[in-house]
C-alpha cells in the first residue's frame, strides 16, 4: 500500500505536466504557419460548428483564379472616396452664361411641377383682383393653355382661385384665361371670373378698350423712332432641310420696277389685317428698349413686324430672326460682348417680349391699370446694354 504523502506527490507531479502541456499548447495556437506550407489532412483540428457556419458564408479565396467579392463596406468606402475626390476644374463661365442655362432650368421645373407648386407660385405673383377680373404676373416658359406633357397655368386655375379665396372659405369662383400670352413671353396675364366676364373681355378687346403695351428689347434701333406698322401677316410654308411654318409678311403694295413708287398687290385671302405700334424708349450699343402696342390678336404679330418689317427682331426670337431656316438667333459680335456671351450659348436667350402695362375699362365701372414688374434676367439684359427705363430718363 501506498503512504498518503507519496499519492500526494504523485498528483502534484501529473498537475505540473497538465500545466506544461496547456502551455505548450498555448504557444502553438499564436505560431502562425507560413503560406507555403500545408497541413495534412490528419493535422487540421476539427472545425467547430461555428467556424463551419462561418467558413460557408466566407468570401472566395483567390486560389482557383475567382475574384474576391466586394464587400457592402468597401463599396461605401469606395463611394465616399469618390464624392471626396477633387472635381475636375471645368471652363469658367460668365454671369450671364449662368444666369441663361438657370432661367432654362427654371423654366423646366415650372413646366413639370405639381399644380399645387405652379399655383402657389402665380399666387405671390397677383398682381390685381376683383369681383369680375383678376391680373397675374406670368412667369417665363410656361403656357397659358393646356399642352401634352407640361404643367399650364389653365391646369392650375381651379387651385389658384382656392387660394385667392380662401381655402377654409365655400366658394364656387372660377378663373379663366381670356386674353392669352405666347409660352415664352412674360408679364400681366388678364383672367376673368366668370364666362360672363370672358364675353365682356373679348368685346372690349375687339373695340380696342383693352390696352397692352409691350416691352421689348431688339437688336438693331428702328426707322424711324416711333410709328404704325400696317402690314398683314400670313402664315406659310418653309421648305428645305428642316421644313417648317412661319408668319410672314403679306404687304398690299410693292416697289414697281423702277423703283420710284410702289403697286398694289392683290390681296390674298388667308392674311390676316396686323397693325402694330411702336415707340422706342432708349437705344444703346446697338440694341433698342422698345415699347409696342398690338391692335389685332394675329399670331406672333409684333415678333414678324419688329423681324421683317423694321429688321430689328427681338433679342432672343430664334424662330424669326431666319427667314429660311431654324437657327438659334445670330448677334453681332459687340452685342456677344456687352452680353457676355458666346455665339454657341446663344441658344439657351430667352425671348426679351414682356407684357408690362394691363389698362381695362368696363367691368366694373372702373378703369383698371396694372403696371407689371419686369422679370430678373430682363433687367440685367438692360443692365449690360446700358439701357435705361424712361421714368429714370426723365429723372436725370
Known amino acids: 500500500m501506498f503512504s498518503s504523502s507519496a499519492t500526494m506527490n504523485s498528483c502534484r507531479r501529473i498537475a505540473r505536466i497538465k500545466d506544461r502541456s496547456s502551455g505548450l499548447n498555448t504557444l502553438f495556437s499564436r505560431v502562425r504557419l507560413p503560406t507555403n506550407c500545408r497541413r495534412g489532412p490528419e493535422e487540421a483540428p476539427p472545425l467547430t460548428r461555428s467556424q463551419s457556419?462561418?467558413?460557408?458564408?466566407?468570401?472566395?479565396?483567390?486560389?482557383?483564379?475567382?475574384?474576391?467579392?466586394?464587400?457592402?463596406?468597401?463599396?461605401?468606402?469606395?463611394?465616399?472616396?469618390?464624392?471626396?475626390?477633387?472635381?475636375?476644374?471645368?471652363?469658367?463661365?460668365?454671369?450671364?452664361?449662368?444666369?441663361?442655362?438657370?432661367?432654362?432650368?427654371?423654366?423646366?421645373?415650372?413646366?413639370?411641377?405639381?399644380?399645387?407648386?405652379?399655383?402657389?407660385?402665380?399666387?405671390?405673383?397677383?398682381?390685381?383682383?376683383d369681383k369680375d377680373v383678376a391680373v397675374i404676373n406670368k412667369p417665363y416658359g410656361v403656357p397659358v393653355r393646356d399642352t401634352s406633357g407640361v404643367t399650364s397655368i389653365s391646369s392650375v386655375l381651379p387651385v389658384l382661385a382656392k387660394m385667392m379665396d380662401g381655402v377654409k372659405i365655400k366658394s364656387e369662383s372660377q378663373l379663366l384665361p381670356s386674353l392669352g400670352l405666347e409660352k415664352d413671353s412674360t408679364g400681366a396675364l388678364l383672367l376673368a371670373r366668370s364666362e360672363e366676364v370672358v364675353e365682356l373681355i373679348l368685346s372690349l378687346n375687339s373695340n380696342n378698350q383693352v390696352q397692352r403695351k409691350y416691352w421689348v428689347v431688339t437688336v438693331g434701333v428702328p426707322v424711324p423712332s416711333e410709328g404704325m406698322i400696317d402690314i398683314p401677316i400670313i402664315e406659310r410654308e418653309i421648305t428645305g432641310p428642316q421644313p417648317h411654318y412661319k408668319m410672314a409678311l403679306s404687304p398690299l403694295f410693292k416697289m414697281n420696277d423702277g423703283g420710284d413708287g410702289v403697286t398694289k398687290v392683290r390681296t390674298n385671302r388667308q392674311a390676316h389685317p396686323a397693325v402694330t405700334k411702336y415707340r422706342v424708349l432708349d437705344s444703346s450699343n446697338g440694341c433698342s428698349l422698345v415699347e409696342l402696342q398690338s391692335f389685332t390678336g394675329v399670331k406672333h404679330q409684333m415678333r414678324v413686324h419688329m423681324a421683317f418689317a423694321l429688321s430689328c427682331p427681338i433679342l432672343g426670337d430664334h424662330k424669326y430672326s431666319h427667314w429660311n431656316k431654324l437657327a438659334p438667333q445670330k448677334l453681332p459680335e459687340r452685342v456677344l460682348g456687352k452680353l457676355g456671351l458666346e455665339q454657341s450659348k446663344i441658344r439657351y436667350l430667352p425671348l426679351h417680349l414682356h407684357a408690362r402695362q394691363l389698362t381695362l375699362l368696363g367691368t366694373n365701372q372702373a378703369e383698371i391699370n396694372v403696371s407689371c414688374p419686369l422679370p430678373k434676367y430682363f433687367t440685367q439684359t438692360l443692365s449690360r446694354l446700358h439701357l435705361t427705363f424712361p421714368d429714370k430718363k426723365d429723372d436725370k
Open 53 to 129: 457556419s462561418a467558413a460557408k458564408h466566407a468570401p472566395a479565396s483567390d486560389t482557383g483564379g475567382d475574384k474576391p467579392r466586394l464587400r457592402a463596406i468597401d463599396l461605401a468606402r469606395k463611394v465616399r472616396q469618390e464624392m471626396t475626390r477633387t472635381p475636375v476644374e471645368e471652363a469658367p463661365v460668365s454671369a450671364q452664361q449662368r444666369r441663361v442655362t438657370e432661367l432654362k432650368r427654371f423654366s423646366l421645373q415650372l413646366q413639370n411641377v405639381h399644380p399645387n407648386v405652379l399655383a402657389k407660385h402665380l399666387h405671390r405673383g397677383v398682381l390685381y383682383r
